[in-house]
């Protein structure tokens, strides 16, 4: 028996990056989470504490924080990318590099003369993400977002189940459907360029939610399953998307007790326990996912 050292990766998690762009009088705000890993054979390091293949974790907040005042921040997928081929064609022993992102959305403060040139307020809670990874077989770009608070107040059943011994559940044809939606989208390409990625995320996130509203669900697992599927479909580009769904039961409160009815108008929503509706859907001709899905610290 012989113990080995098996995958690992190594990086600095979270620099918290705020970029502005000043070269007028109406700035722009640009404002990260970057988390940073490198790749390769750093064995020495782990097995015999050998630093000299290392390029501290230090040194990759510091990359990070130059390349923001060097490079374009807007759209992140691109800045991610440059930063990854920088370690991966600089750095001699990184064979590949995964930058993960997560951008938190500002809106200008409106006033009576109009929006404010420099005064923002943070918007929701939905948070734009993007994984990048830059490796000998290609690049890969994981766009996505998470933390979208959706519902629906009709338009939405779940019967005729499966049912036991232990089943308790009613069936039901109008129901309140709500989660907080994870989606990640995956395009992948031998050298990814000339894609507009802004463009991309409110395109997927648009159609997405046109078919969370206009769909008639009869599962969350229906509606994922279609709201991939248009994805795909308007941007071909994309080989994948993944798709994550807590369901966030909304129970009809029983009123009988007070001699009232309740037409789905009051609810008690539970925040757990929660059912979590998890789908792959993809193209059967896509490029091979890679690393794509190897995570580090930012995204997992
Ligand atoms: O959309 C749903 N899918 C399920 O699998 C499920 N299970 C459950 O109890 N409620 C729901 N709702």
Redesign the pocket.
């Known amino acids: 028996m012989a113990i080995v050292l098996g995958s690992n990766q190594y990086g600095k998690a979270e620099t918290r990056l705020v970029r502005f762009v000043r070269d007028s009088p109406r700035h722009q705000i640009t404002d990260l989470n970057v988390t940073t890993a490198l790749r390769g054979d750093f064995s020495a390091a782990y097995l015999d504490g050998d630093q000299s293949a290392v390029l501290p974790t230090d040194t990759q907040k510091n990359s990070a924080y130059v390349w923001a005042k060097t490079h374009a921040v807007d759209p992140i997928e691109e800045y991610g990318l440059s930063l990854a081929r920088h370690f991966v064609e600089d750095v001699e022993p990184v064979e590949a590099a995964r930058i993960e992102i997560e951008q938190f959305g500002w809106t200008r403060v409106v006033a009576q003369d109009g929006e404010h040139d420099h005064t923002w307020i943070r918007s929701g809670q939905e948070v734009r993400t993007a994984a990048v990874t830059v490796e000998a077989g290609g690049e890969h770009v994981v766009q996505g977002l998470k933390d979208l608070v959706v519902l629906k107040s009709t338009g939405?059943a779940?019967k005729d189940?499966l049912t036991d011994e232990y089943t308790t559940?009613r069936p039901t044809d109008d129901?309140v459907?709500a989660t907080s939606l994870v989606a990640r989208w995956r395009v992948s390409g031998d050298r990814l360029e000339g894609i507009d990625w802004n463009a991309m995320y409110v395109g997927v996130r648009a159609v997405m939610l046109e078919r969370f509203a206009n769909l008639h669900?009869?599962?969350?697992?229906?509606?994922l399953w279609h709201m991939g599927r248009a994805a795909i479909e308007a941007y071909p580009q994309i080989a994948e998307v993944r798709l994550k769904a807590p369901?966030k039961?909304h129970f009809l409160v029983d009123f009988s007790a007070f001699d009232l009815e309740n037409d789905g108008e009051v609810f008690h929503a539970d925040d757990r326990p929660y059912?979590l509706?998890e789908a792959t859907v993809e193209r059967d001709d896509g490029p091979p996912s890679g690393d794509a899905w190897r995570f580090s610290a930012g995204l997992a």
Do not use: D, E, P
């Open positions: 939405s779940f189940f559940l129901r459907m669900s009869l599962a969350l697992q229906q509606t369901n039961h059912g509706i």
